[in-house]
């Protein structure tokens, strides 16, 4: 398929994962992959993890539950070496199949912490050309880039040691859709869901060194308030908060059309706005990371006042999921 066939049939929402599977889900006959990838939301600070990794903001294994309730399962692809990756690759793009890889951010010129930060972003690829050039679409929609990229460039994106697991690694999806019509399917399925966030965020699971559920956010907020201007917030971890909060949104208001209850649209749009707030918790926290001079000084105090932005927004998704809760 070429580029310009291919382009309208991306998925651009979510993050970059959601934005991937998306794509390739709806590429392989499945109707609305928003109604499954944006049903759950979770949040858990680890505080034993590297920075970049301490938020977790998605129902672990998410995606690979998503793909088997609609009928397909992700196969993961893991090269020893840059030259045996590729190679998988190449036998499945023969075979027509969507190709998604690992790149590294701080190689990747499209990121917006290209050449700051060490971490994984996910890319398609959907095309072999001539010579050893690839057909590719990263679908994210703060990026949203696509074209050709030769071999030597991929290599450069992926081959990157400091990725560390997620190094010369991707996917691919296997099977058939199972599911028909999308509205029936919200309709059976968004009540589970909806007491599956309350439970999850309201009723925080013990884990060693992980404090989980909106218990997770007034941890982040204390442990910011203790290091005081030397905090250095995970960025990208707040920044997914953010797109996971608003995306769930949206889903409410979904799950009030095929529902009938208009208590998840209103619901709904409180999580916009609590996106909104993730969304600024970001930008500060980034600018607080990246700024120099007597801008840094100023971005650092000014991100001392995220614990209390932190603490007001467990307490707005705590009022939200308890009226959430309520509904029959």
């Known amino acids: 398929m070429t580029l310009a066939a291919f382009l309208p049939r991306r998925f651009t929402r979510g993050n970059c994962m959601d934005a991937c599977l998306g794509t390739v889900l709806v590429n392989a006959g499945a109707p609305e992959p928003g109604d499954w990838l944006f049903a759950p939301i979770d949040f858990a600070w680890d505080r034993k993890a590297p920075i970049e990794r301490a938020v977790r903001f998605a129902v672990p294994d998410h995606h690979a539950q998503v793909a088997r309730r609609l009928g397909f399962e992700i196969r993961g692809l893991r090269g020893g070496d840059f030259a045996r990756l590729l190679d998988e690759v190449l036998v499945l793009l023969d075979a027509g199949q969507l190709v998604a890889v690992a790149v590294d951010h701080f190689a990747y010129p499209a990121s917006a912490w290209f050449q700051r930060v060490h971490r994984s972003h996910t890319i398609l690829l959907i095309d072999r050309q001539r010579g050893d050039n690839f057909a590719f679409v990263d679908p994210f929609a703060r990026y949203d880039r696509h074209g050709i990229v030769d071999r030597t460039t991929l290599a450069a ?89 608003s995306e769930h949104g949206r889903w409410l208001r979904r799950a009030a059309v095929v529902s009938g209850r208009e208590t998840l649209a209103v619901a709904g749009e409180r999580f916009d706005r609590i996106g909104r707030q993730w969304d600024m918790v970001a930008a500060v926290a980034q600018r607080a990371r990246d700024a120099t001079g007597r801008a840094a000084d100023f971005a650092r105090r000014k991100a001392t006042e995220l614990p209390s932005v932190l603490e007001s927004l467990a307490s707005a998704e705590a009022r939200t999921l308890h009226q959430i809760g309520e509904i029959d």
């Open 157 to 245: 994106w992926c081959d990157v040691p400091a990725l560390g697991p997620e190094h010369l690694t991707g996917w691919w999806v296997d099977g058939e859709c199972a599911v028909g019509n999308a509205d029936e399917a919200l309709a059976s399925s968004w009540n589970a869901a909806v007491a599956g966030n309350v439970s999850r965020l309201l009723l925080p699971q013990a884990e060693p060194d992980v404090v989980t559920g909106l218990a997770g956010i007034v941890a982040l907020a204390d442990s910011l308030r203790g290091a005081g201007t030397a905090a250095m917030p995970p960025v990208e971890g707040i920044a997914n908060v953010g797109l996971s909060r």
